[in-house]
């Protein structure tokens, strides 16, 4: 007697998918849409600096993004003592940056300015935002001592000057300040006799700050990338302590030129915002620095920030 062949249901039904697995596999895709672009726009404004605009696109397809210069925008400027006159700008391919005509636009101290950008295909188009542009403010005294003594044998010729920087009482309220330490770049000369003549170039460096008096300033808010950011109201009292590395001896040579500059700027709310976002990112090891990714904005319709700022200087000869 022989036995009659079965086939059971679940096995052709597992045939039959492998088969169509297998012929149809090159026609299987994940269709993932293109977002729409976000747009940001960066400038800052200061009397008598060169106006400089950056405007990026980040889009994304799929799991990837690209950032691009935006080369296409209409940009202007309007403000205080236009007269509503709208001054244009104009993409510099070369900086990749918009600039803009030094005689036509000139932004001072206590004036407010808007800027407009109108992007081509962009579903939001106009990009837009406005800034006061702070009062100056001035140093009051600046106090500096060297602790450590010049030494010879020292191959890395530092030192350690502990600062304190007392302000004047702001002209304006809220106060947001930057103060960044720069030293005097000395030109080295051979005169015909051989004798070593040493002048001021006219430029500056900037300075290392090492450590910071958190006790003293009790500011959560003070931190030392490209200087120290200060929000005044948060400020015990008018006084200002850190430390600089001089990274070359002080000499006791009446020759030998050791200065320090010290410009306070008086920042915009926004620009000061921006700053303090940006460091907190750089504290909290993530991403490096990007244009278009900023947790802070005030652009109307896109990211970034539209700041300003005013500048006093103050120089200090060392001893």
Known sequence: MTRSKRWYPGVWLLFALVCVMFSCREDFYTLVPETQPTYSLFAELSPGAPVEVVILSNAAFGSESTILHREDADLNLTGSGMQGKQIPLAYDEERQRYLVDAQLFKPREKGTYEIKAMIPGAEMDTLKSRTYIPAINRIKDISIVSNTRYRVSDQNFNHLLKVVVTLNDPVEIPAYFQLIPRRAISEFRIGQNGNVHITDSGEYENMEITAINAARN???????????????????????????????????????????????????????????????????????????????????????????????YTSVKLK
Do not use: C, M
């Not at 500011?219 to 430390?243: C, K, P, W, Y």
């Not at 500059?261 to 921006?274: N, T």
């Open 218 to 312: 009790a500011v959560n808010q003070l931190v030392h990338t490209e200087g120290l950011f200060v929000d005044f109201s948060r400020l015990d009292g008018q006084r200002i302590e850190f430390s600089l590395t001089l990274r070359r001896p002080l000499s006791e040579a009446k020759d030998i030129l050791d200065r320090i500059q010290f410009e306070l700027r008086s920042l915009s709310p926004e620009l000061f915002a921006y700053h303090i976002q940006l460091h907190r990112r750089k504290v909290s090891q993530q991403a490096d620095y990007s244009y278009a990714i900023t947790g802070y904005t005030n652009i109307d319709n896109g990211n970034g920030v539209f700041g300003s700022f005013s500048s006093s």
